[in-house]
């Protein structure tokens, strides 16, 4: 099994253009995770998909954040614009609806600057 | 909601010798489940354990085990034999049972250096 895989791993952008990264979670699972890692809080939950719909997002920080998931193999998390503060590593991670253990992808670092 | 607190901001350990990495949580819940994750500087997070809080047998992977301790909401990972390739950050984590609540919380991690 390939694990989740994400795209791109590293993104330096400018302060106001769209991002979007991108998410391919293990084949089977139907739960599907976008987390944001900093160092001032550490490891957030932003949004999370049960089944290809959106079943809590209220970590998404404001509405410049946006998440998708049209089919059970690809995500993307979108921001448009982006700000200095976004600045983050963001991780997809993947479960079985079934299980309690959820399968982490490598992460993509976003630089904005 | 759900706390979860890692009192140590970093830890050192001698190659080969055991370390003990503390995790407390906050719950009013009386079953849920914990883990411990591993983000090696490549900063993918690597699921370490896992530990069901019905089951009162301590889980145990290889050089890796936990001590659980309900009634103090502690728990605690216990690295034997530590190994270079154990330097890492360590994250404790916990997930409600409630249907519908996938998400895990985190604490902040604890740095574990492994000297030669």
């Known amino acids: 099994d390939a694990g989740v895989i994400q795209s791109p791993r590293h993104e330096v952008t400018e302060m106001g253009q769209e991002v979007t990264l991108r998410c391919k979670p293990i084949s089977g699972h139907n739960s599907l995770f976008w987390y944001r890692q900093t160092m001032m809080r550490g490891l957030e939950l932003l949004i999370y998909?049960?089944?290809?719909?959106?079943?809590?997002d209220s970590g998404m920080p404001e509405d410049r954040f946006s998440a998708k998931m049209p089919n059970a193999s690809f995500s993307t998390l979108k921001i448009q614009p982006s700000e200095p503060r976004d600045s983050a590593v963001y991780f997809c991670?993947?479960?079985?609806?079934?299980?309690?253990?959820?399968?982490f992808g490598p992460g993509t670092r976003l630089t904005v600057l | 909601a759900q706390t979860v607190t890692q009192s140590q901001p970093e830890m050192s350990v001698q190659e080969a010798e055991t370390v003990t990495l503390s995790c407390t949580y906050d719950?009013?819940?009386?079953?849920?489940?914990l883990f411990w994750y591993k983000q090696p500087p490549s900063r993918q997070m690597i699921l370490v354990i896992r530990q069901e809080a019905y089951k009162q047998q301590n889980a145990t992977e290889n050089r890796f085990s936990v001590n659980f301790q309900k009634a103090a909401k502690s728990f605690s990972l216990k690295i034997s034999d530590s190994q270079l390739g154990d330097a890492a950050m360590y994250f404790c984590?916990?997930?409600?049972?409630?249907?519908?609540?996938?998400?895990?919380?985190f604490g902040t991690g604890t740095r574990l250096t492994v000297i030669p």
């Open positions: 998909f049960n089944n290809n719909v959106p079943i809590d």
């Open positions: 991670a993947s479960k079985y609806s079934g299980t309690d253990t959820q399968y």
């Open positions: 984590a916990y997930r409600s049972p409630q249907t519908g609540a996938n998400n895990l919380f």
């Open positions: 719950t009013s819940e009386s079953d849920y489940y």
